[in-house]
């Protein structure tokens, strides 16, 4: 059976389109993430460890090694108050 080379440019632009497109989300996934992967299955521990780190360092994937907390961080609270009638 022959081989249908005209189907081959199709299917080399199919291809090369489906690669980038992956490699362009991957690498905009890493850019949102300060360059590492994309966190999947995040619990609410996880979601307020990256509430902390947004308020320590202003990114919720930037981690600190600093031993003491800047100035803003001890009024800067991730409990909202409530009005109370």
């Given at each position: 059976m022959p081989v249908p080379w005209e189907a081959l440019i199709p299917?080399?632009?199919l291809t090369a389109?489906?690669?980038t497109a992956g490699t362009l989300?991957?690498?905009s996934k890493r850019g949102q993430n300060l360059g590492k992967s994309p966190r999947y299955h995040v619990d609410p521990?996880?979601?307020m460890m990256m509430?902390?780190?947004k308020r320590l360092t202003g990114h919720i994937r930037g981690q600190?090694?600093?031993p003491i907390a800047p100035e803003g961080f001890a009024t800067s609270s991730v409990w909202y108050t409530?009005?109370?009638n």
């Open positions: 299917f080399g632009l389109m489906f690669g989300m991957n690498v521990w996880d979601e509430e902390r780190d600190s090694t600093e409530q009005k109370t």
